[in-house]
């Protein structure tokens, strides 16, 4: 009896061993349940601040706006002098760069050649009693092909042509005709500055360079 008592004892105790182990989780997620009190460390206040720190989301950086700069633009070769001077002249010494801005077409309004240079003053004649100004108009002394046509206006752009074009239309300026005057060479000033008053005053000394003018733009990578 005693032996018969101890054999159901360990028959029972391998019984509830063996369940056990056939309801715990399997493999490598059975280790890690494991619980290793002997690898608990307490963080300083220093290591918590950190941890902290680490755990909050980064606030977002809002990126600035590009600086606006001035640019001068459309000025030939034969005017660079005359637009350094001009730069040098201006309140506050601003700084600069010089930009080479290729090749541009320029655009004229005129009306075709008279026969004689004394045909083509008669004409000039009749423009000055149609309110025309004297120095929005000038014979072409050249020689060739264009010699006594009179020039109404030479213009960077296509569309400045096209309205000069309407206007002499509407004062009653007959056989004027929009052409392709030539093609130039011009180079742009950046000023990296953009208040209101060097806008002004350079817009205003920027007269002096026919063709040429002055815009606010973002300024370019440097």
């Known amino acids: 009896?005693?032996?018969?008592?101890?054999?159901?004892?360990?028959?029972?105790?391998?019984?509830?061993g063996w369940s056990a182990l056939s309801r715990a989780p399997q493999g490598?997620?059975?280790?890690?349940?494991?619980?290793?009190?002997?690898?608990?460390?307490?963080?300083?206040?220093?290591?918590?601040?950190?941890l902290t720190a680490q755990a909050k989301p980064k606030a977002h950086v809002a990126r600035s706006a590009p600086q606006q700069?001035?640019?001068?633009?459309?000025?030939t070769d034969a005017d660079l002098g005359s637009a350094r001077n001009v730069l040098a002249s201006l309140s506050g010494k601003p700084k600069f760069s010089e930009v080479q801005g290729g090749e541009r077409e320029r655009f004229w309004v005129y009306l075709p050649p008279a026969r004689s240079t004394g045909e083509a003053e008669k004409v000039i004649d009749k423009l000055r009693e149609k309110?025309?100004?004297s120095k929005d108009y000038f014979i072409v002394r050249d020689p060739g092909a264009l010699r006594n046509a009179i020039s109404l206006g030479v213009f960077s752009t296509r569309e400045a042509a096209q309205f000069r074009l309407s206007s002499l239309q509407d004062k009653g300026v007959s056989g004027a005709e929009l052409g392709l005057r030539d093609k130039v060479s011009v180079s742009d000033f950046v000023?990296?500055?953009?208040?209101?008053?060097?806008?002004?005053?350079?817009?205003?000394?920027?007269g002096q360079i026919?063709?040429?003018?002055?815009?606010?733009?973002?300024?370019p990578a440097q």
């Open 69 to 75: 700069c001035l640019v001068w633009s459309g000025i």
């Open 191 to 206: 000023l990296f500055d953009s208040s209101d008053a060097l806008q002004e005053e350079l817009g205003r000394l920027a």
């Open 1 to 16: 009896m005693k032996w018969l008592f101890v054999f159901l004892v360990l028959f029972n105790l391998g019984a509830f």
């Open 210 to 219: 026919r063709l040429s003018e002055v815009i606010k733009r973002d300024c």
């Open 131 to 133: 309110g025309l100004d």
């Open 28 to 50: 490598e997620s059975w280790r890690l349940r494991e619980f290793h009190p002997e690898k608990i460390r307490i963080l300083s206040a220093d290591e918590l601040t950190k």
